[in-house]
């Protein structure tokens, strides 16, 4: 598969050298990076772009589909069934180390054992671009910003009179995605209403091998609504509220290669936010405040049951966060300031019943809490062509006390085209509620886990025409956590037991010939974990090296042609990732082949009405069998057809 992977990209790349895309990569505008909005060339740090152009054409796909199309990003999952469970890895790095913002405000689920965020929550519809921030951003943005973080960028409000945006769009699984939206402004306010709506019939999550075994679809609805108002209480301040609740049911299998019937998981998202910023030609201040809580309720009352032991389940896990944040940055000749602080409160509820063979079983009910109060800061400076920025972050919490972190992030401009960047970093996850506070294995001396993270690269540009960018890393993180079990008390316990490093190169490269456009990134990633015990929480009597990076390739390659011309875009893309292992509990990883995809994007704007479009996507155009979760089917041939209308 090896050689093959390499053939497939060196086919590709070599064919696509008359390609392009409107914008360069490295001349858009962020605001992740600094907390502040400036270009990519204007910082030193790692980030990539999904913008609204792209989104639209996305066909209506996920957030994870989109994500897997990042260089360095992986997310396990995202091709399976709607209501998949998906974590999103970028450069190897495990569950909930990645940590993801909305509009720039971290958001968590308390009640998950590693505190990650459900992306099935997020509807594509509502959101207006997507940054990625790769590498260790603890000292703006906290725990969880390990390895990079995710900031999804809701849909803004329009100038001037309402304006409406729509779209219904249908195809195979019985799949109805749409949604309607009105935004517009007045002299002081402005206001947004988004509602969107999926409904799919699926297939079964569970892969039946053999083809024969009757498994049921899985079908899958969510419902997502967005509120937004804007009012001007200055002539450079602006007071902002919204609302936002989503909510999507999914029908579950037991397993990897295990159907299951009537086993439903019903999720809810509910955010309040308020918040008010003042922009200034030199100084900006932000205050905002941001409640979360999510919802999971797990039900399995059918009579068809895999498990022999239990006949009923019902569960309800809550996770509530509480988040303030205050930050001024203020520019003096060749330096950019930034200080600020922030609070977050983190709190589960978590309920267990069953009736089994051993009659009706009700687990311990866990309520807890934790907090962190944090002060944060960061120094730009600027002179000819050299930037630096120096940071740093003090954080408390209130069960295991304090930690800090810190930034260095060099550039230099060696000319006009080329420049080459290296970044420090470290940063910190804190334990969970879950490795805390769990009454059988929780454990409430837990340390923070350390992250120490290097970045060199250089990006080059030849004006619109050719941008590039290539970036090598390195992460080492140290007392990080894993769950231990004694063989001969049988108990266990979360300790900081073990050390990963991961490392590798990131490639990302855009050719823009009017009206062709190409671009492809590929990303190399290795890594392993050093512990006393093994993956099963097993001690193995001696510290022992193994590889880590389970469902995530070694290497991945995606790329994109595109060709517009009047009123058609056509879009040909692909993703080829080599071999990956699945963990197997008591045993030998098992490998899951490589593959490689195609999909055709095609678009067309009618010029009569305008803002009006109709678009096909047809996606694994081969039908390509293959696995992202050991034991779970991938999606094969597709296709959706719609209409677009407005942004």
Do not use: C
């Not at 402004?185 to 206001?191: G, T, V």
């Not at 079983?361 to 800061?377: E, H, I, N």
């Not at 972050?393 to 060696?414: Q, S, W």
């Amino acid at each position: 598969m090896q050689k093959k992977f390499l053939v497939v990209a060196a086919l590709v790349m070599s064919s696509a050298l008359h390609a392009q895309q409107d914008t360069s990569f490295l001349q858009e505008v962020v605001v992740t990076a600094n907390k502040v909005a400036k270009k990519q060339t204007e910082t030193a740090k790692v980030v990539s772009v999904i913008n609204r152009e792209m989104l639209r054409q996305s066909g209506g796909r996920s957030v994870g589909e989109l994500l897997n199309q990042v260089a360095g990003v992986t997310v396990p999952g995202a091709n399976n069934n709607l209501g998949s469970n998906q974590t999103i890895s970028i450069r190897g790095a495990s569950a909930g180390n990645v940590l993801i913002l909305l509009d720039g405000i971290p958001v968590n689920d308390p009640s998950v054992i590693s505190n990650y965020f459900d992306i099935n929550l997020l509807s594509i519809d509502q959101i207006e671009r997507i940054e990625i921030l790769k590498g260790g951003h603890s000292t703006l943005y906290g725990s969880d910003a390990v390895s990079g973080v995710v900031n999804i960028i809701s849909r803004k409000t329009q100038n001037g009179k309402p304006s409406i945006n729509a779209s219904l769009a249908g195809g195979s699984f019985n799949t109805i995605r749409s949604t309607v939206g009105l935004s517009g402004a007045s002299s002081k306010l402005d206001y947004l209403l988004q509602l969107s709506s999926i409904n799919a019939g699926g297939f079964s999550a569970a892969a039946d091998t053999i083809g024969d075994k009757g498994f049921d679809k899985d079908n899958y609805q969510q419902q997502t609504v967005r509120a937004q108002v804007g009012y001007k209480t200055g002539a450079h301040s602006k007071l902002t509220t919204g609302l936002l609740y989503s909510r999507y049911k999914t029908e579950l299998d037991a397993g990897a290669f295990q159907d299951e019937q009537d086993f439903v998981s019903t999720n809810t998202n509910q955010q309040f936010n308020v918040g008010w910023q003042r922009r200034g030609t030199k100084t900006n201040l932000s205050i905002q405040y941001q409640y979360n809580e999510v919802e999971r309720d797990y039900l399995d009352d059918s009579l068809y049951s895999s498990n022999t032991f239990v006949r009923f389940s019902k569960s309800n896990y809550i996770g509530r966060s509480h988040f303030t944040d205050i930050y001024a940055s203020t520019t003096l000749k060749n330096w950019e300031l930034l200080a600020g602080a922030d609070f977050r409160h983190h709190s589960t509820v978590q309920n267990y019943f069953s009736i089994g063979s051993w009659g009706p079983y009700t687990g311990p009910t866990l309520r807890v809490y934790m907090a962190q109060l944090s002060a944060y800061g960061s120094a730009v400076y600027k002179k000819n062509n050299f930037t630096t920025e120096l940071g740093g972050r003090i954080n408390y919490h209130n069960e295991y006390g304090n930690n800090a972190t810190f930034t260095i992030n060099p550039a230099y401009r060696l000319n006009k085209s080329i420049r080459v960047f290296g970044n420090l970093y470290t940063a910190f996850k804190t334990p969970t509620l879950y490795q805390l506070f769990d009454p059988y294995s929780g454990n409430d001396s837990l340390l923070p886990e350390k992250g120490f993270i290097q970045e060199l690269g250089i990006d080059f540009t030849n004006g619109k025409k050719f941008t590039g960018r290539v970036v090598a890393f390195n992460r080492k993180s140290e007392e990080t956590i894993l769950y231990t079990y004694d063989l001969t008390t049988f108990a266990g316990k979360y300790l900081n037991a073990s050390n990963q490093t991961n490392y590798g190169f990131e490639t990302e490269l855009q050719w823009n010939f009017q009206p062709v456009s190409f671009r492809a990134n590929y990303a190399f990633t290795n890594g392993s974990t050093q512990s006393i015990y093994d993956g099963t929480g097993a001690t193995t009597g001696k510290d022992t090296s193994y590889f880590n990076l389970y469902r995530i390739p070694k290497h991945a390659f995606n790329w994109q042609a595109s060709y517009q011309i009047t009123n058609w875009v056509f879009n040909l893309s692909g993703r080829v990732a080599s071999s990956r292992e699945e963990f197997v509990y008591g045993a030998a990883p098992l490998t899951m082949q490589g593959y490689a995809t195609f999909d055709l994007y095609t678009e067309h704007r009618f010029e009569k009405v305008k803002g009006l479009r109709a678009f096909l996507d047809v996606r694994n155009l081969t039908n390509t069998q293959y696995e992202e979760i050991r034991g779970y089917t991938t999606r094969g041939f597709n296709v959706m057809i719609g209409l677009l209308y407005g942004r």
